[in-house]
């Protein structure tokens, strides 16, 4: 906020005499179109050639040059004309948002020559919508039918990322009522609430960015068992991986003894045969010795 009322006292003192100016979009920006900036004189004989563009980094709070430099293959392309200089961002992202400004490399030039006023725009855009079950991982994700047991509550989740918060809507198939709210909760179901529900999300600022997403809701009878239930489906598959991986564990645990025990079991005396039989003088295995004794040495 501190930073659009810089703006603005700059724009009141330096509006209505700064010859040097930008241009840009003049309709929301969406995410992924393309964006040409352009600076120019209005009245001064200064060369274009001596102007450049600079970017507001809100990370650092001042004011960068712009550089032509690559974003995921999407380059950015600064080009000159006689009298205007162009900067084109092919693709928009929420990382070339702005605001943006020309600035002149020019030496002893007046205030309106030297830079021009802030031309600041955002890009729009909305993500796909993800549901989620109220008390259960977002991780596990969520099916496209879901299964419940009479009297059971459902409480479904709607969101999406974007560049400004979604209203959200939900309505079922067949009726007539919305539902203004990113939630949606069924307390104490019965077979009349089974059917399709469908999630909507709306852009505040840009109506052509809009997402929907169907679920399908179905009531299972009172002598359904427990497992045909998806709470009972993923009590089973959490079960299952717990214990094949509890299985896994003892197999390996196992087959590390087992390979240890072996090792250690393999290993024998060591073989000196000096220590067997003694070695006399004439033996192809003695001693050189000078001593003439004809007992064994061992």
Partial sequence: ????????????IHGSYATLLIKGPTEPVLEGERITLECQYSDSELNISQVHFEVFSKYIQSWRPVSQ??????????????????????????YYEGPYRCVSDAENVTVEDKSSLPLDFKV????????SRLGYSSYLGMPEELKVRLGDEVVVQCSASS????????NKD????ILPSSKLTLKKVNAMDGGRYT?????????SLSKKRTISITVLPEDAPWYASSNGQLVLMTSAAAVSLLVLILSMSVFLCRRAKQAKTSKGPID?????K????TSVESLPSISGDKQPLV
């Avoid at 729009?124 to 549901?131: F, K, Q, V, W």
């Avoid at 000196?272 to 067997?276: G, L, N, T, V």
Wanted: hydrophobic residues 40%; proline residues 5%.
């Fill in 1 to 12: 906020m501190n930073v659009f009322l810089v703006f603005a006292v700059v724009a009141l």
């Fill in 163 to 170: 560049s400004e918060e979604p209203n959200y809507f939900w």
């Fill in 124 to 131: 729009h855009y909305m993500g796909e919508l993800s549901l």
């Fill in 272 to 276: 000196d045969r000096s220590q067997k």
């Fill in 174 to 177: 067949g009726d007539d009522w």
């Fill in 278 to 281: 003694p070695i006399y003088k």
């Fill in 69 to 94: 430099r690559s974003w995921c293959f999407h380059s950015m392309q600064v080009e000159e004309t006689a009298d205007s200089l162009f900067l084109s961002i092919p693709y928009a992202g929420r």
């Fill in 199 to 207: 999630c909507m999300a709306e852009h505040p600022s840009v109506e």
